[in-house]
């Protein structure tokens, strides 16, 4: 009989998920972009990551998907769940007036997923 050793423990969810944006975004910045915040939140939604390179503001979706595939990858960014980042985007965009005269890009980073690399960075991945 295996003893129970109380310092297991199941990651959850959400430190999944900071985990995949913090490989997102060391990619990201080794890629040249610069991070300009995470998580930013309101009511209508979430962005995990607002970066900026050249000319572009990119708002990205990082998804850790370590057990999942493309049909996983496709089936989690639904028309429901680009509508909602594009509708959060605009909201930031209001706030922030600086951004105004920069290309908007949506990208999605998928990271862990078996059949692609560590962090598979798909640019333009949607659009409004």
Do not use: W
Not at 33 to 38: H, N
Request: hydrophobic fraction near 30%; glycine fraction near 6%; include cysteine.
């Amino acid at each position: 009989m295996k003893k129970f050793n109380q310092n297991t423990q199941k990651i959850s969810t959400r430190e999944k998920g900071n985990l995949g944006e913090d490989k997102a975004c060391v990619f990201l910045e080794k890629n040249g972009y610069t991070v300009l915040e995470r998580n930013f939140r309101n009511r209508e939604g979430e962005i995990d990551i607002i970066a900026e390179k050249g000319d572009y503001l990119v708002f990205a979706e990082v998804k850790s998907l370590p057990g999942g595939t493309l049909e996983t990858l496709a089936h989690e960014l639904n028309s429901k769940k680009q509508k909602k980042i594009i509708k959060t985007s605009k909201c930031y965009l209001e706030k922030h007036r600086q951004y105004s005269n920069r290309y908007i890009r949506y990208d999605v980073l998928a990271i862990d997923v078996p059949v692609l690399d560590p962090v598979h960075h798909i640019e333009n991945a949607f659009s409004e």
